[in-house]
């Protein structure tokens, strides 16, 4: 299985029994040991696993993907017993992040139910936007964002070791969760890749 994934995927594809037993664990007190953990270079290598995947349950047997971030889960949802498919090697970065105009910032983000205006439109204009990889870490975030005394509050209490990919998959909240709310309250939307290998925006839908 290994070579043949290889022969598509231009991330990191380990089998390694270090690698392994690490992966096996979360930040829950469950264990189940993965067949691989693979490390995507790009969105692309996500694609073709996906398809791949689809394309060789019955020669494989059962497979599936779990995808993990920096692992501080404590649910078990960071482990899985086919493919593990950590973000936080390579697909770490910021890619975007666009101030408001100074009339229009919110120095400290609260929830957007809290600084919507009647005329806000469905393209979020005066409101900064962050967009990420799912394996930027929390603490390489913040940084950025205090420097614009800014902060995304619902952060959680493992804010120095998980990342924005686990937090967006578990909708975190934290200490200031009751007044700001979780992670749902302050995505504007999000690239996925569903399960028939293709990528697509989720974002809220208007009434029309």
């Known amino acids: 299985m ?14 390694s ?20 953990v693979l490390f995507p270079k790009d969105s692309e290598d996500v694609k073709n696993l996906v398809k791949w995947v689809n394309e ?5 047997g059962e497979l599936s993907i779990t995808c993990r971030c920096a692992g ?10 086919s493919l593990i498919l950590d973000f936080t090697k390579y697909m770490n970065k910021l890619i975007d992040f666009e101030v408001a105009e100074p009339d229009a910032l ?3 983000l609260g929830s957007p139910r809290d ?3 009647p005329d806000h439109s469905q393209e979020h204009a005066g409101t900064t936007t962050i967009t990420v990889e799912p394996g930027m870490f929390y603490r390489d975030f913040e940084k950025i964002t205090l420097e614009k005394n800014m902060i995304l509050p619902c952060y959680t209490a493992s804010k120095d070791l ?5 937090m967006y998959g578990n909708n975190s909240g934290g200490e200031r969760t009751l007044k700001y709310g979780q992670v749902q309250d302050f995505v504007i939307e999000a690239k ?11 974002k809220q839908l208007t009434e029309e």
């Open 72 to 81: 501080t889960d404590m649910s078990g949802g960071a482990i899985g017993e």
């Open 106 to 108: 919110v120095q400290v």
């Open 2 to 15: 290994k070579e043949e994934i290889q022969k598509f995927f231009k991330g990191d594809v380990d089998d």
């Open 115 to 117: 600084y919507a205006r």
């Open 162 to 166: 998980n990342a924005m990919g686990g």
């Open 192 to 202: 996925a890749i569903f399960s028939d290998g293709n990528e697509y925006v989720v």
């Open 56 to 60: 060789n349950k019955e020669k494989f």
């Open 17 to 36: 029994e270090e690698t392994l037993l690490k992966y096996s664990h979360d930040a829950s007190i469950f264990e189940i040991r993965p067949k691989l």
